[in-house]
């Protein structure tokens, strides 16, 4: 905990939402029931045209704040909005279809204090309803993030997962409103930039597959934006002798079509960055995509035997 002589919250939950209240109460739900960190959950409607900030302020929490864009504005800025708002030493930022272990913050924090890190991630596991793991996702060291960010963004779960000083996260400028599918990744590198990071090797994140799920509509955005980062980047990158992987990139994004159904569409986004970067691997994977997701899962390595038992959380979040 911190000094007494700081009354507020330890950390501000920041969550962005928009018409999608039955999805984020489970996150708003899962901020709120930290142990042993005092938060407040900072959640930021987006534009909502359903009932959302209307349910989200029946919430008796005093904890809970939330906050209204009259027009939807877009990820960047509503986690932004959140930041301002922001009375914690730390921000935490939670997607609203994501689910956390009560101790995340907990373990983050006291890690972070103890080397002096700016910011902070965890393990993380792909989950779908209710609480079934489908794969344990890589942690990377964090000695290797100024030089491996600059290939491909490596932290685990998204913009669920980091948890950052609030003075580093305002002082590099939050996240970019330039960008949509590709903010996190940004904001990781200039973080990585500006300050050390530790890694918490326990799983403490749920990354939430479903039908809705914003990389499934990402594929035709990506090329223009990963083209923005990179041109942003371009200098330090090159100092590090680093490059941005785009075939990486459009794996993720073809992925994406495979778990929405989309067959075709998939094999074309495989098919398409195998001729312009130059890669066999997702020529074959283009092939692959038309035997669906089954096909990807079966020759995919499986991690699942590897993950912690400790997990009774993933179910609970339901």
Sequence with gaps: MTSDLFSGPDVTVVIPTRDRWPVVRRAVSCALRQVDVRVEVVVVDDGSADRTTKHLRAIADPRLKVL?????????????????????????????????????????????????????????????????????????????????????????????NVVVRRSLVRRVGGFDEDLD?????????????????????????????????????????????????????????????????????????????????????????YLRSAISHRNPGNAVRAAGALLGEEFRDRVARDTRGIVQPELAWLGNAW
């Design 68 to 160: 209204r864009l009259p027009t939807s504005q877009g990820g960047a800025r509503a986690r932004n909005a959140g930041i301002a708002e922001a009375r914690g030493r730390w921000v935490a930022f939670l997607d609203d279809d994501d689910i956390w272990s009560p101790h995340k913050l907990r373990l983050q924090l006291a890690m972070a204090r103890a080397v002096r890190a700016g910011f902070a991630y965890s393990r993380a596991v792909c989950v779908e309803a209710p609480g079934t793991v489908t794969r344990l996702m890589a942690l990377p060291s964090p000695g290797s993030l100024p030089v491996r960010l600059r290939r491909t963004n490596v932290v685990p779960a998204g913009a669920s």
């Design 181 to 269: 599918h590709l903010t996190d990744w940004d904001l990781w590198i200039r973080l990585a930039e500006a300050a050390p990071a530790v890694a918490c090797d326990e799983v403490t994140v749920g990354y939430v597959q479903h039908a809705s799920n914003r990389y499934k509509t990402a594929a035709p955005f990506v090329d223009a934006e990963l083209e923005y980062l990179a041109a942003k980047h371009h200098s330090a990158t090159m100092a590090v002798g680093a490059e941005f992987d785009a075939a990486q990139l459009a794996r993720g994004a073809a992925f994406g079509y495979l778990r929405a159904g989309q067959r075709v569409a998939a094999a074309g986004v």
